[in-house]
């Protein structure tokens, strides 16, 4: 597959890790159609593209800020990662509180169709409001980082997928951190050595630039 590097990453000499999204095998193409949103990793940077899901108060019970665009994260401030159930509570409880006070009216009435119609509304009132406090909670992989967080949903991915894209993040953090992400192989003798280097230094090959993709 082919990623539009020279768009996304803030260097040239950045590569690829892994990416976490929805449409996450299509939404990096040429094309650079950031639809959905997507969190990608490279050797340096978090970049969070497409739709940005972003925290309120800590996403303590649904405070989400949804917009559109991208972000970038040095790895070096990424403070940790933890999956996370947000759900909206209020048209689901609304909905449950009405089918309750209309059952409530049906058993006063003394008319027994009100009563039988009554009943029937507050059953389905009750049973749209469960189905949509169900429908409307989703699962989130929250990134913190100094000064905020990313969310991303991550409703069709299994917890092995979600465990290891967090330990992902966390060597390739550790990497950096000790100057690791600054190297790469030589193509010739596979040995580690310095990213801007154009000879290597244990066998002598010309290394080749760095394409702009």
Do not use: W
Not at 167 to 186: A, F, H
């Amino acid at each position: 597959m082919k990623y539009n590097y020279k768009n996304l990453f803030a260097s040239q000499h950045e590569k690829f890790i892994a990416i976490l999204g929805q449409d996450y095998f299509s939404s990096l193409l040429v094309e650079d159609d950031l639809s959905d949103s997507a969190i990608i990793i490279s050797d340096k940077n978090i970049y969070h593209v497409g739709r940005l899901y972003e925290s309120r108060l800590h996403i303590h019970g649904g405070g989400l800020r949804v917009s559109r665009g991208k972000k970038t994260v040095s790895l070096r401030d990424i403070t940790g990662t933890t999956s996370k159930e947000i759900t909206k509570p209020v048209p689901g409880l609304s909905l449950v509180i009405f089918g309750i006070l209309a059952a409530i009216l049906g058993i006063l009435s003394e008319v027994m169709q009100s009563t039988i119609i009554m009943l029937v509304i507050a059953a389905l009132s009750i049973a749209g409001g469960i189905m949509l406090l169900i429908k409307l909670r989703k699962r989130y992989l929250v990134i913190e980082y100094a000064g905020g967080s990313m969310a991303q949903p991550v409703k069709f991915i299994t917890d092995t997928e979600l465990n290891l894209f967090q330990g992902i993040i966390s060597d390739e953090k550790e990497k950096l951190l000790s100057g690791m992400g600054d190297l790469k192989e030589c193509l010739n003798c596979g040995e580690k050595i310095q990213l801007s280097a154009r000879i290597c230094r244990y066998c002598g090959e010309t290394q080749k630039e760095p394409s702009a993709e």
